[in-house]
């Protein structure tokens, strides 16, 4: 069973960084591509950064860009999201993605993490 967990999340306040990280079971991980997603409180889940299988070609939401950093180690099988100057409307859940294609994604994904809670409040 493949699984995505996430950690790294946490009540930080606004102009602060977080590094989240996600580890997962894929025994191909290096060739999927890996995103990150985030869903705050009644919207919808939205793309925030996506990076490609050889850590080649990355992406990012408008929202972030400048800001957030995604990265992989594919020896460890764990992808990483490295959060600055973070604002209030960062607030939100952050799952971890997984799809298969390889490239960088934007939507749909094989898999998904149970997702990690960021709070960003004074």
């Known amino acids: 069973q493949v699984q995505l967990v996430e950690a790294g999340g946490g009540l930080v306040q606004p102009g602060d960084s977080l590094r989240l990280s996600c580890a997962a079971s894929?025994?191909?991980?290096?060739?999927?591509?890996m995103g990150w997603f985030r869903q705050a409180p009644e919207k919808e889940r939205e793309f925030v950064a996506a990076i490609s299988w050889s850590g080649g070609s990355t992406r990012y939401a408008d929202s972030v860009k400048g800001r957030f950093t995604i990265s992989r180690d594919n020896a460890k099988k764990t992808v990483y999201l490295r959060m600055n100057s973070l604002k209030p409307e960062d607030t939100a859940v952050y799952y971890c993605?997984?799809?298969?294609?390889?490239?960088?994604?934007?939507?749909?994904?094989?898999?998904w993490g149970q997702g990690t809670q960021v709070t960003v409040s004074s």
């Open positions: 993605a997984a799809d298969s294609r390889g490239n960088v994604f934007t939507s749909g994904a094989d898999y």
């Open positions: 894929l025994r191909t991980f290096s060739s999927y591509g």
